[in-house]
């Protein structure tokens, strides 16, 4: 819901940092990687509950993360890139409700909440991101997959997961919530999908001929790479 909004704020300043980076010949995979590596010790100090420890690794994570994007985009963007940064976006996403679990016995229940939230949502996500590129339907922006917006984004996590390390008491009614915002998420996102589904595939876009695909289908021909960037839960 906040994320266009946060990337009309911060996306000037990331470019500039990312294209920097790009002229020191930093790779955007070493910044995926460092993400990750950040977020995987946020999902150990979660489990350990060491809220101050887990609340500073996650900001780095975060930060990396707003940075592989416009680093990529500075230099040669590849879909390898997008495939890493999503899968490493995730996984921590979900570790640290793990270690969440772990640490608050009493929130176990709304950690298996959250978690089947996220699935669904995720589930419609990349299902319909799929198919609207075998249809070749604009959908979203121009992520390296085809994001829609919703409800709980990028920035609602980020802001969750700051509540959940600075209020760890309260952390059973704040993953309830996010969890009720994730499935709403995840119900427009499959209205989303069956309205653009149920809609007739748009005609072949001028000048890039389409080819059979498996099963029918149609796949893009000669169609460059785009940046990764930030996915939302």
Excluded: K
């Amino acid at each position: 819901m906040l994320d266009t909004r946060m990337l009309a704020m911060l996306g000037p300043a990331l470019d500039a940092a990312g294209r920097r980076l790009a002229a020191a010949g930093v790779p955007p995979a070493a910044l995926t990687g460092a993400g990750w590596a950040a977020g995987a010790g946020a999902c150990a100090a979660t489990s350990l509950r060491a809220w101050p420890v887990a609340l500073g690794l996650w900001l780095v994570n975060r930060l990396l993360d707003g940075l592989d994007g416009p680093t990529a985009r500075a230099g040669s963007a590849t879909d390898a890139g997008g495939f890493l940064d999503i899968v490493a976006d995730f996984s921590v996403y979900a570790g640290i409700i793990l270690g969440l679990a772990i640490a608050i016995p009493g929130a176990r229940l709304a950690c298996v909440g959250l978690l089947t939230a996220y699935y669904i949502s995720g589930t419609a996500f990349l299902a319909l991101s799929s198919l609207a590129e075998r249809r070749r339907q604009r959908l979203g922006d121009e992520r390296s997959l085809r994001f829609t917006g919703g409800l709980a984004e990028g920035t609602e996590t980020i802001a969750v997961y700051l509540l959940l390390f600075l209020l760890p008491g309260a952390a059973t009614v704040i993953v309830w919530a996010f969890t009720a915002a994730v499935a709403i998420t995840a119900v427009q996102r499959v209205i989303t999908g069956l309205t653009l589904l149920r809609s007739p595939a748009p005609a072949e876009a001028a000048g890039v001929p389409a080819t059979p695909g498996a099963g029918g289908g149609r796949i893009r021909g000669g169609t460059p790479p785009v940046a990764h960037q930030e996915p939302a839960a």
